[in-house]
């Protein structure tokens, strides 16, 4: 087989490279290349690499940016053309990078070369016509997701932040039906998109020489695919008795609330119920399956009003957060270019995000914000992000990145889990902190969104891996994402669906081609770094009423994991703050502990039978 490389003479490659290698498989006397490449001109690939792809990056950043910012036909076209430009140069480095499998390298280069090939989430073909494809049905799907609308029977046509307040507001099961069956109208037109992004991108993990794409994204983890799959089935198993415990107390509660034909009391609970769009996190939910006697009489979302939080004020306290840990104040660039209010006049992708345009200072967030509780701890999500870019921004190119994925998406919801009672009364949001008898009801608060979350976070990429790996074939993507969402979730679609709808695409990380699984390992991560870095506080009460606000300890110690970006494998990052190299999901059960006990009781007294 020949493969082309640009930039090189032409080189034999076995089979063997091309195929079901993984990026983490070292040199084996399988990887004939017969042109041995030397450690000079590893070292000057890479510098090659690394500053071509940091210029490239900065193109597409703004390219992105404008068009996230502003949907229009002609900003899809300048984001396709620029992303066309960036992937296929991407996969030239990638295809290059295979070859120095014999050459002597560093462990620095190694990782560097490793990272250069496994790193791209979404592979074009070396075809340079099927390039120009994907990178143009990738700006569409975007765009349909950014654009999407339902117009409600009363008339009112609204965007997914609008449709979002009703899921999480209302309790007419009716209304709520209509925004959730409405919202997936607008992936119905995504399948064919869709289907053929992936076989394009499989096609392009071919040419990597992976077997298919979902072994593209499972090769990103410092570890073997198969290795990590098994990883998260351990994390999985941790976890689950906590969230069948939750599952069967809300499913009871919202039988209570909404009778037996809206809500069975037994079964997978309809996913219109939970306050939520995607039914993926319930805090939303609180008040219909709170504890009458352990409730902590206050909910964020009516201090922020009380206190009259404008949506920049909300993005302020949460930098002062951060600033209380030792971090240096956002740039002044943050607050001229960030995106806080969805804007009147035109289309704009309002899925909360942050931004690093040039790789150094310009960090950014854009969000839609909404004055309540979930957008305040989602602004401290997306901080996270910037003050991880900032912390790593001197590193190598190809370092400026996190340990690994989930690590990215851990930062800012660490901060987050400080937002304890004694917190919000330090900073005048609070005037009285419940004592400790209302613990249960902080806890479940808590759970309903980090607890319930965690199927979700891992069923999406389940989904996914089997579609890239062509287990589940295009007629069977509606039904299989059901299957999955009742196997690890225990939720059912409130009505009758079949494959002419496309239910994954109303998922902003479907189509928008964003890994999910990383969100999961976030949600096991978080647990472990509020943990550790409580530890090093003077904090002497359960662990759920600590806060690290102030804590410039705490602070720099996480800096000190920021700063190293992806230049270590993640267990050595994760070292530096937890003092362990494994990923444990016993912090979630030690920190919710006592609300298990809680639920097992509940559960048991109401005689509830639980699982579905
Ligand atoms: O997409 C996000 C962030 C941006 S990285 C707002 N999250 C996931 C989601 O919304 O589905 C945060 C939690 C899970
Ligand atoms: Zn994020």
């Given amino acids: 087989m020949n493969l082309f490389v640009p930039r090189q003479s032409r080189l034999t490659i076995t089979v063997a490279i091309m195929l079901g290698l993984s990026a983490c498989d070292d040199a084996s006397s399988d990887n004939q290349v017969t042109d041995q490449k030397t450690n000079i001109q590893a070292k000057q690939f890479l510098a090659e690499a690394e500053a071509t792809l940091s210029q490239l990056s900065i193109e597409q950043n703004r390219a992105e940016w404008i068009y996230n910012n502003f949907i229009t036909h002609d900003t899809a076209q300048l984001a396709a053309k620029v992303g066309e430009k960036r992937t296929a140069t991407s996969v030239q480095f990638a295809t290059q990078a295979a070859l120095y499998n014999q050459t002597p390298l560093s462990k620095i280069e190694k990782r560097k070369l490793n990272i250069l090939r496994s790193s791209l989430v979404l592979p074009a073909p070396l075809d340079p016509n099927k390039n120009a494809e994907l990178a143009q049905i990738n700006a569409e799907l975007n765009g349909l997701y950014g654009k999407g609308k339902y117009c409600l029977k009363d008339g009112r046509c609204l965007t997914q932040p609008a449709l979002s307040v009703i899921m999480a507001e209302s309790k007419n099961p009716a209304l709520l039906l209509e925004v959730w069956e409405g919202w997936r109208n607008i992936a119905k037109p995504m399948r064919p998109l869709f289907e053929r992004e992936v076989a394009l991108a499989n096609e392009g993990a071919k040419d990597l020489g992976f077997k298919d794409l979902s072994v593209l994204w499972r090769s990103q983890y410092d570890m073997k695919p198969d290795d990590f799959s098994k990883e998260l089935d351990r994390l999985w198993t941790q976890v689950k008795p906590l969230y069948d415990s939750l599952h069967c107390y809300v499913r009871g509660e919202l039988n209570q609330e909404y009778g037996d034909t809206i809500a069975p009391a037994n079964g997978p609970i309809p996913a219109h119920l939970l306050g939520n769009m995607w039914a993926q996190s319930w805090g939303n939910i609180y008040d219909a399956v709170a504890p009458a ?28 957060f951060f600033s209380s840990l030792g971090f240096a104040p956002l740039p002044e660039t943050f607050w001229e270019r960030s995106l806080f209010t969805q804007p009147a006049d ?200 600590c806060s690290i606000y102030g804590d410039k300890d705490a602070g720099a110690k996480l800096n000190t994991m920021l700063e190293m970006g992806q230049s270590q494998p993640w267990p050595e990052a994760l070292a530096v703050v937890t003092g362990s190299q494994e990923m444990d999901a016993n912090a979630v059960l030690e920190y919710f502990a006592p609300l298990q006990t809680w639920l097992n009781e509940q559960n048991k007294l109401a005689n509830r039978q639980c699982g579905w």
Avoid at 298 to 320: F, G, H, P, W
Avoid at 371 to 385: K, M, P, Q, S, V
């Fill in 346 to 545: 035109r289309d704009v992708v309002c899925h909360a995000s942050a931004w690093d345009l040039d790789d150094l200072d310009d960090i950014r967030i854009k969000m839609c914000i909404q004055r309540d509780a979930e957008d305040f701890i989602t602004i401290h999500h997306e901080l996270g992000h910037n003050y991880y870019q900032r912390a790593y921004k001197n590193q190598p190119f190809i370092f400026k990145n996190s340990a690994n994925d989930g690590f990215h998406e851990a930062i800012g919801d660490t901060v987050a889990l400080s937002i304890t009672p004694s917190y919000l009364q330090q900073i005048g949001l609070l005037e009285t902190v419940p004592d400790a008898s209302k613990d249960i009801g902080l806890l479940l608060r808590q759970a309903l969104d980090k607890v319930a979350f965690l199927p979700f976070g891992l069923m999406i990429d389940q989904w996914r891996w089997k579609v890239f790996s062509g287990e589940i074939t295009p007629e069977q993507y509606n039904q299989s994402w059901w299957e999955l969402r009742e196997k690890y979730q225990g939720v059912k679609s409130p009505v009758e669906r079949n494959e002419t709808d496309f239910d994954p695409g109303a998922k902003y990380h479907v189509p928008a081609n964003v890994p999910y699984t990383r969100y999961f390992l976030a949600h096991i991560l978080q647990f472990q770094f509020h943990r550790a870095l409580c530890d090093m506080t003077q904090n002497t009460g359960p662990i759920h009423r």
């Fill in 293 to 320: 006697d352990a409730d902590p009489g206050y909910d964020i979302t009516q201090l922020l009003r009380e206190k009259d939080y404008s949506e920049t004020k909300m993005v302020e306290q949460a930098e002062n």
